[in-house]
């Protein structure tokens, strides 16, 4: 009888820890049984009901909640704050009461939760006595600007966690700064579904593909001034597409700097789940965050054959290579907009190359690699 493992998931919308939560469960079903546990419904139990993955839904919340992209929402979150800790203290402790009623936790070998703004998996940890592995997605405080509505959460969850999962070695290190017990962590990168039918765009125009929510912390401002200072002759040649879920006001103000600006050519659209069919329409894929964990979008776009642009933040030189992607600097529009008109004027056949070195650099991070060491970190776990 396979055991079973119970995912703690933080989010209903499909971003990249989520896709990551759902590859990682759907490929370790030959060894062992997933159970997801979400807090509402959504798109996740939708990708959950497709994969035929097994869920169920209780009332639970995280520990951390985002301070708000405006002054006035987050002057609110401020005096609010100590009722969304008493929010969060009392839907938790009604939640623990409650879960039996939906899974026998007798049954539950061990437990995973997905992101670390969540303690939810480490309260049921401390209350059965079942192993706890957390993944560290992402920083916390200089990507999402989170408030915590635990104090020493740091202290907590090395209290109640066996074995922390890091996406990146950044990421690694900036949580054994916080305090989390660096022998407790283990380096294993994101996995990506891999898409083997892959064709080079061999459009002249450059066509650039932009995934991620459309939020501060993504950086899609720092792609429209890099466009602000192409000349205008190149410019009308590119086309740029954002695609995800939007934060208003921040979309708001893009659209205000793209008409001040008058750009041409920029187009947004809402979250897409099946990313590889509007892949093949761009020939160069783009991240510009300020402190991604992994960025898995990186991945997506070298499987998929598109030339990438990074920052040189976060996780993501470790992702890349200097012969299968560029990295600007962040917050330098002019390097962004050189490396652009760099790509622009460039041979077909020399993007073809580069496009080519991403592919085979996408091959190391497939979900498939990723849910195998998942997995040889459980069977360690559970042998003890």
């Given at each position: ?6 995912f ?14 759902v ?14 546990l ?10 959950c ?16 909640v985002?301070?708000?992209?405006t ?72 990507d ?9 959460y ?7 966690t ?15 700064k916080?305090?989390i ?8 990168y994101?996995?990506v ?7 080079t765009?061999?459009?002249k ?11 501060e ?15 205008a ?10 695609y ?19 750009l ?24 510009c ?8 979008v ?9 030339i ?5 933040t ?6 890349v ?6 990295i600007y ?5 002019q ?8 790509i ?12 080519q ?5 996408a091959k ?19 042998e003890?």
């Amino acid at each position: 009888m396979k055991k079973k493992i119970l995912f703690i998931a933080n989010e209903i919308q499909i971003g990249g820890a989520t896709k990551s939560l759902v590859y990682m469960a759907k490929n370790m079903h030959k060894q062992y049984e997933p159970i997801i546990l979400i807090n509402k419904e959504g798109q996740l139990t939708k990708m959950c009901e497709k994969y035929n993955i097994k869920y169920y839904i209780l009332n639970y919340e995280g520990f951390a909640v985002c301070e708000g992209i405006t002054k006035f929402k987050k002057v609110a979150k401020k005096i609010l704050f100590p009722l969304l800790k008493l929010k969060y203290f009392i839907r938790n402790k009604l939640a623990l009461k409650q879960i039996d009623k939906l899974i026998d936790m007798n049954e539950i070998s061990l437990i995973h939760t997905n992101v670390n703004r969540d303690d939810f998996g480490a309260l049921l940890s401390k209350k059965y006595h079942i192993p706890h592995i957390m993944h560290l997605r992402e920083f916390g405080d200089s990507d999402y600007k989170l408030l915590y509505l635990r104090k020493k959460y740091i202290t907590f969850l090395n209290n109640n966690t066996d074995r922390f999962i890091a996406i990146s070695n950044v990421i690694k290190e900036n949580f054994v700064k916080k305090g989390i017990d660096k022998n407790k962590i283990k380096v294993i990168y994101n996995g990506v579904q891999l898409n083997e039918k892959a064709k080079t765009n061999t459009d002249k125009n450059l066509n650039i593909l932009f995934l991620g929510g459309i939020q501060e912390s993504k950086g899609q401002l720092e792609l429209i001034e890099a466009l602000n200072l192409i000349p205008a002759e190149i410019r009308k040649n590119i086309n740029v597409s954002f695609y995800g879920e939007a934060n208003k006001d921040y979309k708001k103000m893009l659209l205000n700097k793209i008409e001040n600006y008058n750009l041409q050519n920029i187009k947004f659209h809402s979250f897409i789940d099946n990313i590889d069919i509007i892949m093949k329409d761009y020939n160069v894929g783009i991240m510009c965050s300020k402190s991604e964990a992994f960025g898995r979008v990186i991945v997506e776009y070298m499987t998929n054959k598109l030339i990438t642009i990074v920052p040189n933040t976060g996780a993501c030189p470790e992702i890349v290579t200097k012969n299968s992607s560029f990295i600007y600097k962040h917050n330098d529009y002019q390097d962004l907009a050189d490396i652009i008109i760099k790509i622009y004027n460039m041979p077909l056949e020399e993007r073809n190359k580069i496009s080519q070195n991403g592919y085979e650099r996408a091959k190391e991070f497939s979900d498939i690699k990723n849910a195998e060491n998942i997995m040889k970190l459980y069977d360690e776990i559970l042998e003890k």
